[in-house]
């Protein structure tokens, strides 16, 4: 039975008709799908560029109506008999496809949901909004959710719909400003993004997925609809066995890598390795050299490599440069299988302005702050997260455990805290706002850091965090019940600089700035530190670590050598950046390859071995370890002998069972009979030399020596050393 048009558009206002056909009408339910108006049965689809449509009946497989054409614009409507479930046949000009229809389904997210997502209490975001395959009313689909209360229309676009934002616009659920769809018979794999029109009418561009769990690799800038099967991991034990409150006290030594510039594959077009590659080979090769965690350069996903993933807008998506979610997952499991925690860089503190990401989202300032002031990084050209808003905060806090709970993830490293927790960061007077009080001091980003902090050490016993904060900023590994912020582990710029300065030195100058490597004591247990040699310390012009050295071939080497033992030695845990274990003779380079030619040479090969050597021996001795976080592990055997800038520090075991003397020459002097006092009589064995001819070096010193009860440096006892020229001596103490 044929019905008249204005039967088929009962209850539809002709504005209403002339925005859903233009692309600007908001309640897309209130037209297409089935409606009942008395005994009136009507189903209306907008279908642009098809030919003919046919309601079938689900089950039965027969046509109970042909929709007749509303309008050029694609509009289709029809009436059937009485509702039941259907099914559309819909003729393209190259095509037939059949689906259900997706304006047939009821609501999708629960009021739970809705009011959690409100509130930024919804840590489970990467579940909940984004594109997630799931089964509603018996069909396999894809659910597509995103927040963006502002705008005047949101739609689905992908291959699957010729990227026509006609085609799927979305449901507003008002509560909590969020947009859903459910398209039927879509799968994971699907390419997709999110087309809104502003509340103006503007049309925006297209914008990806903020909440996407997989992404094409750059410079494409699609999302991609995730798989929700489960990995199979296989690391159950490494879970149950390892908590922060544990790791915290052991030895911890870190190797920082960037993945696209660790190892590429000169024949095949300089790629950079897959999570797969990199799991055979970067994985074996750091448990080889003894490193308890490898910490990733951000790898969550960003437009823009030079960035090394600083400045991501992918924050639940794993970079399409090295696999799939899949691949990263495995290369975690892997990781665990060899003993080796995982650490992610991670960026809540900004993000970039590329228009196809978070900037002005859904045509407002959403994700950001709307006054420069408080919203633009001058110095990155970026955006700053906007920290009083509760649905920002949750996104960014979900965004860490979704690395750390779904991808099993030991720990994040929270980059640029600094600028986080100051108003006044890197601007001017007058480039700023105050906060409520007339401080500097960015308390939104305090309640977010504290609050982020407290929910990850709560939901996940097994992760720690690190700042990387570069103030005196009080109490940033404090404990929140102490008034700290409640980080884990801060990294120690402070000694950082301070020793690089010094180690870049001349050695005959070094005498007028001993206290360089002796300051960093004063504050050593002011926070709880890791001693980084990162990934900034050998970039824009500052050359590589053996660059700095001072002196020949040789003598750079054995300078790099000594310094290591010195950073070993030192109280803190340890942070090495790739290439820093093979004395780098280059800068490093993001689009290039660490140097690994350089271990045809003796000497770099050499210090490789002594990395690894340092590595056993902070894992095996207790006294390296439990003076890492308190002081009553350490004491200097030697702080003041700056005419021969000799450096002497005693750690000490807990229960006082073992003690490791560890002697630094920072000349290319020997030091023939020095004495120093220590702690208890009998032998002193050498364990490790930096100047044994194994790692490159003269091979001067002894292999062991005894104290004899001759007072020196308020000790009882003493023994007498040959500290080789430029090097590092480790000795234990065995009675």
């Not at 579940?127 to 502002?150: C, H, K, M, Y």
């Not at 997952?329 to 228009?355: E, K, S």
């Not at 090969?605 to 592990?633: S, V």
């Amino acid at each position: 039975m044929r019905h008249e048009r204005a039967d088929l558009m009962i209850g539809t206002a002709q504005e209403a008709l002339q925005d859903l056909i233009e692309g600007r009408q908001g309640d897309p339910f209130s037209i297409l799908g089935l409606h009942q108006y008395g005994d009136l049965t009507v189903i209306r689809a907008l279908l642009p560029g098809a030919i003919s449509v046919d309601v079938v009946e689900v089950g039965t497989n027969r046509v109970l109506t042909r929709l007749e054409t509303i309008h050029p614009g694609g509009l289709f409507a029809g009436a059937i008999g009485s509702p039941t479930k259907y099914l559309f046949r819909i003729n393209w000009p190259d095509a037939v496809q059949e689906t259900e229809d997706p304006y047939a389904f009821g609501l999708l997210l629960g009021d739970l949901d809705l009011h959690l997502i409100a509130q930024g209490t919804h840590y489970d975001l990467g579940r909940t909004l984004g594109a997630i395959p799931t089964e509603v009313d018996g069909i396999q689909g894809v659910r597509f959710s995103v927040w963006a209360p502002n705008a005047r229309r949101v739609s689905v676009i992908g291959d699957f719909n010729s990227w026509d934002g006609r085609r799927h616009p979305m449901r507003l659920r008002p509560q909590a400003g969020v947009w859903e769809l459910f398209i039927p018979r879509l799968t994971h794999g699907e390419r997709y993004k999110f087309e809104l029109v502003d509340a103006h009418g503007n049309l925006l561009p297209q914008k990806a997925d903020p909440v996407a769990r997989a992404s094409e690799a750059a410079p494409s800038t699609g999302s991609i609809v995730a798989s929700s099967k489960p990995f199979r991991w296989s690391d159950e034990d490494w879970m149950r066995a390892h908590r922060a409150d544990r790791a915290l006290e052991g030895a911890i030594s870190i190797y920082e890598v960037h993945l696209g510039s660790w190892l590429r594959i000169t024949e095949e077009e300089n790629r950079p390795l897959d999570w797969v590659e990199l799991s055979q080979r970067l994985v074996p090769y750091a448990r080889d050299l003894g490193f308890t965690h490898i910490e990733l350069l951000p790898i969550m996903e960003h437009p823009f490599g030079g960035s090394w993933g600083y400045q991501p807008l992918g924050l639940f998506a794993p970079t399409g440069r090295h696999g799939t979610p899949e691949d990263f997952a495995y290369f975690v499991d892997r990781c665990h299988a060899a003993g080796i925690g995982v650490i992610l860089d991670w960026v809540p503190a900004h993000f970039p302005t590329d228009v196809w990401g978070l900037a002005r989202f859904d045509g407002t300032a959403l994700y950001e702050h709307e006054d420069p002031r408080e919203g633009f990084h001058k110095d990155w050209n970026t955006l700053i997260y906007n920290l009083g808003r509760n649905e920002v905060k949750g996104f960014l806090i979900a965004s860490a455990l979704e690395w750390l709970e779904h991808f099993h993830v030991d720990g994040i490293r929270v980059d640029a805290v600094a600028s986080m927790l100051y108003r006044d960061y890197s601007r001017n007077e007058g480039e700023w706002i105050p906060n409520q009080y007339g401080g500097r001091e960015n308390l939104e980003a305090v309640e977010f850091l504290k609050h982020l902090n407290s929910i990850i050490h709560h939901r996940c016993p097994h992760a720690f965090t690190v700042a990387e904060e570069s103030t005196a900023w009080p109490g940033v590994s404090k404990r929140l019940d102490e008034g700290g912020l409640g980080f884990d582990f801060k990294w120690n710029m402070g000694w950082m600089h301070d020793t690089l300065h010094y180690i870049q030195d001349d050695p005959v100058y070094r005498k007028y700035h001993h206290s360089a490597m002796t300051f960093g004591m004063i504050y050593a247990y002011s926070e709880r530190f890791i001693l980084p040699l990162s990934h900034d310390e050998v970039v824009h012009g500052k050359g590589s670590l053996f660059g700095k050295m001072p002196g020949d071939h040789w003598q750079k080497l054995a300078n790099l050598r000594a310094y290591y033992g010195f950073m070993w030695g030192h109280p803190g845990k340890k942070l090495l950046f790739m290439g820093g274990e093979i004395a780098q003779d280059a800068e490093w380079s993001h689009d290039g390859s660490i140097h690994w030619d350089l271990l045809d040479q003796p000497g770099h090969a050499g210090l490789q071995r002594l990395i690894r050597d340092l590595n056993t021996l902070y894992k095996r001795e207790p006294a390296l370890q439990f003076g890492d976080l308190n002081p009553a592990g350490f004491e200097w055997a030697v702080a003041d002998d700056a005419e021969n800038s000799i450096y002497g520090m005693l750690r000490s075991a807990q229960d006082r069972s073992s003690h490791v003397l560890i002697m630094s020459n920072l000349t290319p002097v020997p030091r023939n009979g020095y004495r120093v006092g220590v702690p208890a009589e009998g032998r002193w064995e050498v364990m490790l030399n930096t100047d044994a001819a194994v790692y490159g070096g003269a091979d001067l010193g002894q292999i062991e020596v005894w104290a004899e009860r001759q007072p020196t440096h308020d000790k009882a006892f003493s023994i007498s050393l040959t500290v080789p020229p430029l090097a590092t001596v480790f000795l234990r103490w065995e009675g």
